[in-house]
């Protein structure tokens, strides 16, 4: 054990997607694909006054297991969690603390990725909280069980259903069964291109998932077959922006956008779900944009090194 740790998680972009809720949120999640961003999440786990050991009352397997709305459990009181020097609410992070049984563990992110804009970052902040935490009070979850006690707890909160996989795994990961490691299944598109985003704001993931997802998983069941047929970066990005114009989901400002790298030679979708633009290669660039630009990340999450 330690006073602290520190992990890197990489942030995520989903191209297309279907949803598939469960009962039981380590079976619910999605299928689909994205890009693991060399751009993430650094999730800082300390020790507080009120976690010098673990709570072995709120130690379950999953999120759910001690899930409460308001955030409190018999394990205590949900310790600081900050994102970027500013305290933040973020219902994924609590649910770990309680699965894991250190609800009262400091968490402190810091990322250069806006929050809500369709990059993972509840997901990175859960995914993250729950590999440091396991170092900092010794609690001997291999990885696949810390990456389905984050999922459950990403799940459960609304926030998103396939971020922390694909984060989990890194590179272009395909989803091709929903679900946490036991039940999802993972693939991926061999290739590591430059990436270029812009981005304009948020787009709310848990009204988007709590409502009608019919149109929306059509649509991304028939991107992911097409993808599997012909699994490359290109064809990755084309089959993003059909999935989002069948899906009824890109914004004005993405449209815009859009249709400025298309019009370039180029091509270019929206990055579910945010109001946010990505790209591979110098496709913004050419359009005349100012991109943010990254690479794909190759390995996943991970402990940062001591």
């Known amino acids: ?36 961003l060399s751009h993430g999440v650094r999730v800082t786990v300390r020790r507080t006054d009120a976690t010098g050991g673990r709570s072995d009352e709120t130690s379950g397997e999953t999120a759910s297991d001690d899930s409460s709305d308001d955030g409190e459990t018999d394990g205590g009181t949900p310790g600081p969690t900050t994102l970027d020097g500013d305290a933040v609410s973020m219902p994924p992070v609590d649910a770990v603390r309680r699965s894991l049984g250190v609800p009262g563990a400091a968490v402190h992110a810091e990322t250069p990725l806006p929050l809500g804009a369709g990059f993972g970052v509840s997901g990175a902040m859960a995914l993250g909280t729950a590999y440091a935490a396991n170092r900092v009070f010794g609690i001997g979850r291999s990885e696949n069980e810390l990456v389905g006690v984050a999922h459950c707890a990403e799940v459960e909160a609304g926030t998103g259903l396939g971020d922390v996989v694909a984060q989990a795994r890194g590179g272009l990961p395909i989803r091709l069964e929903p679900g946490a490691p036991g039940h999802g299944a993972m693939d991926g598109v061999p290739a590591r291109p430059r990436v270029e985003y812009v981005t304009f704001g948020e787009v709310s993931t848990e009204d988007v998932l709590s409502g009608d997802t019919t149109r929306l998983t059509a649509a991304g069941e028939r991107a992911l077959s097409d993808l599997r047929a012909d699994p490359t970066p290109e064809r990755l990005v084309s089959l993003s922006r059909r999935f989002a114009r069948e899906a009824g ?48 990340h190759p390995a996943g999450s991970s402990l940062v090194p001591e």
């Open 249 to 296: 989901l890109t914004t004005d400002r993405v449209a815009a956008v859009v249709a400025d790298v298309r019009d370039a030679g180029g091509d270019a979708s929206m990055a579910m779900l945010g109001d946010t633009v990505f790209a591979f290669g110098t496709a913004l660039s050419d359009a005349g944009y100012d991109p943010e630009v990254c690479g794909v």
């Open 1 to 36: 054990m330690t006073d602290e740790a520190t992990a890197f998680v990489p942030g995520h972009v989903t191209g297309f997607f279907s949803a598939h809720p469960h009962d039981d949120p380590a079976v619910a999640g999605s299928r689909g694909a994205g890009v693991a």
